[in-house]
């Protein structure tokens, strides 16, 4: 399901959906986040009102976990993993040029809101590392020539 612009009406029937739902903060906070594409105030004030939380609460987890974000993302997402397999094929110079490159840190997106700079500890890709995920699409043995090379042509679509 492609990302939606807010709508207070879904997001109750997101979280209603969980309802009764044992810890169903994470999940419906998960759900949102992917209807959505982030967790801006207005979800943050629906979850805690609907879960019968403080909004201190919910924005307390929202900013622990990185995976959430509280800002739509750029138009490209792309995650480097930093996981120990990647680490140890040469991921740590990725990180640094994937960084440089695009001059922001994990987490960030560009000044012209083109790219998201994501950070994941395993995408299941082991035996291909370096491996990163760029719109939802895993590639393996990524070096810092490739990273360029994906990040332009996301840029050209
Ligand atoms: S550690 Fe990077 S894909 Fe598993």
């Not at 990185?66 to 997402?77: H, I």
């Not at 440089?100 to 998201?116: K, M, P, Q, R, Y």
């Not at 090379?149 to 840029?155: F, I, P, Q």
Request: aromatic share 6%; net charge negative; with cysteine.
């Amino acid at each position: 399901m492609s990302v939606q612009e807010w709508s207070a009406d879904a997001a109750t029937e997101i979280v209603r959906a969980h309802s009764g739902v044992r810890g169903a903060l994470l999940p419906v906070l998960h759900a949102l986040q992917e209807r959505f594409g982030h967790l801006g105030p207005e979800a943050t004030r629906l979850v805690a009102k609907e879960l019968n939380l403080s909004r201190a609460d919910v924005h307390g987890v929202v900013t622990f976990y990185s995976d959430f974000r509280t800002a739509p993302p750029g138009r490209t997402v792309i995650a480097v993993c930093r996981g120990e397999a990647c680490q140890s094929c040469g991921s740590r110079e990725l990180e640094r040029h994937a960084q440089h490159s695009l001059g922001i840190g994990f987490g960030e997106t560009t000044a012209d809101g083109s790219v998201t700079l994501d950070q994941v500890f395993c995408l299941g890709n082991c035996a291909l590392s370096p491996a990163v995920q760029i719109d939802g699409r895993l590639v393996g043995r990524v070096d810092a020539d490739l990273f360029d090379r994906l990040v332009s042509d996301a840029a050209a679509r």
